[in-house]
């Protein structure tokens, strides 16, 4: 996968102020790249980045989830931009 958007929900019975929410996700998309999900973590290869947190009324039902969509169609701003 050359390049990809990565939206991340997290759902909490509470909900994050914004620097603990995204703060919180370096761990998680760190792990996604060790793990072979995609290349690497930079502008490059993510080209959209979406987070948000939904609350929920028990701890049963917390969760987070992660959809990446693959772009391999696109170019980074950065690759458009210099060609």
């Known amino acids: 996968m050359q390049t990809c958007s990565l939206e991340?929900?997290?759902?909490g019975i509470r909900t994050l102020d914004e620097d603990n929410?995204?703060?919180?996700l370096k761990p998680i998309i760190d792990g996604l790249v060790k793990l072979g999900f995609m290349a690497?973590?930079?502008?490059d290869v993510i080209i959209?980045?979406?987070y948000h947190q939904t609350r929920v009324k028990t701890?049963?039902?917390?969760?987070t989830l992660i959809?990446?969509?693959?772009l391999d169609?696109?170019?980074s701003q950065r690759e458009s931009s210099s060609t």
Not at 8 to 11: A, C, F, M
Not at 21 to 24: I, N
């Open 8 to 11: 991340i929900e997290r759902r």
């Open 21 to 24: 929410l995204t703060g919180g």
């Open 40 to 43: 690497d973590d930079t502008p």
């Open 48 to 50: 959209q980045t979406r």
């Open 59 to 63: 701890k049963r039902e917390q969760q």
């Open 67 to 70: 959809t990446i969509r693959e």
């Open 73 to 75: 169609g696109q170019r």
